[in-house]
């Protein structure tokens, strides 16, 4: 297979960190970019740097996700999550693939089973709402395209649920978390790879069909964020009080969603994917934070 020029926005994330893990063992050649040297946001950079360079493949990583404070920080967080999608799009002109990047919470549901694709969306906070209308320019104007949506991600990068869990249990001598909101963690790593496999997927087929669709993925398993930190302390042995709570308890300016687990069967029935235990996979993000 002849090497592919692989660009990867948002390149200082927790997922575009893992793809440059992954990338020192890859054939193909990759090309990571932060939001300092290429903002999505900017139609002329991004024009420009269409111009100059080849691109065969996009991940696009980049996306603003301070979700509580894009609650006042609306304009950035559009101009990021969907003009900044936008704009890839229309500088790409259908000539490369991309996988883009989005989330569990653009659903909102109110059920009791795992979230399909096909549920209707319903964003409740303004992040959601930003991620949605980019995955919406995605799904409807690029013929070459997948959405990828994620859940709860963390990594031994960045800031996360996992790492901040962490940190507190070094300085607080006891922790409250909420334990109404249902969903499933996603360890970065773990999506990277599967990316990398749902690539070389399509760049062996000629099968159109993949194409133009949201596919989900997150690690197995259905729990709350307290049944994941009291996880986090038991497997890094950490002995502190942690108590359950409503998020009634722990009001933030943007809702989150009750619950959020995903069905992933979609992504296992066509691209042959594993969806690894959340519990194995947080074993391996604490073994390599140490």
């Not at 592919?4 to 960190?17: E, P």
């Not at 063992?25 to 290429?38: A, C, E, M, N, V």
């Not at 930003?130 to 709860?152: C, E, N, P």
Request: aromatic share 12%.
């Amino acid at each position: 297979m002849t090497a592919l020029q692989i660009i990867v926005t948002g390149a200082n994330g927790q997922l575009g960190m893992e793809f440059k893990a992954l990338s020192k063992s890859s054939d193909h050649d990759f090309t990571f970019l932060s939001s300092s040297d290429l903002d999505i946001s900017s139609r002329s950079q991004i024009i420009d740097y269409f111009k100059d360079h080849k691109v065969d493949v996009i991940l696009n990583c980049a996306a603003y996700t301070k979700v509580d404070l894009a609650e006042t920080k609306k304009t950035k967080a559009y101009d990021v999550n969907a003009n900044g999608v936008k704009n890839l799009l229309d500088a790409m002109s259908n000539q490369c693939l991309m996988l883009h990047y989005s989330t569990d919470y653009v659903y909102n549901a109110e059920l009791d089973t795992a979230i399909k694709e096909t549920e209707p969306t319903y964003p409740s906070n303004v992040y959601a709402a930003s991620k949605l209308l980019g995955d919406q320019h995605v799904i409807q104007t690029y013929k070459k395209a997948i959405v990828l949506r994620t859940s709860w991600v963390y990594s031994a990068y960045g800031n996360n649920f996992v790492k901040t869990m962490l940190r507190l249990a070094d300085k607080l001598p006891e922790i409250k978390v909420v334990n109404d909101q249902i969903g499933a963690p996603t360890f970065a790593k773990d999506l990277a790879s599967v990316s990398m496999s749902i690539l070389n997927t399509i760049l062996s087929s000629e099968d159109i069909s993949f194409f133009n669709k949201v596919y989900h993925y997150s690690n197995s398993g259905q729990i709350s964020w307290y049944d994941f930190a009291k996880e986090i302390f038991a497997q890094a042995d950490k002995d502190i009080l942690l108590y359950p709570i409503p998020t009634s308890e722990y009001p933030t300016p943007a809702n989150r969603p009750f619950w959020s687990v995903l069905d992933c069967n979609l992504i296992q029935e066509t691209f042959g994917i594993e969806v690894l235990d959340w519990k194995k996979s947080l074993a391996v993000c604490l073994e390599k934070l140490g």
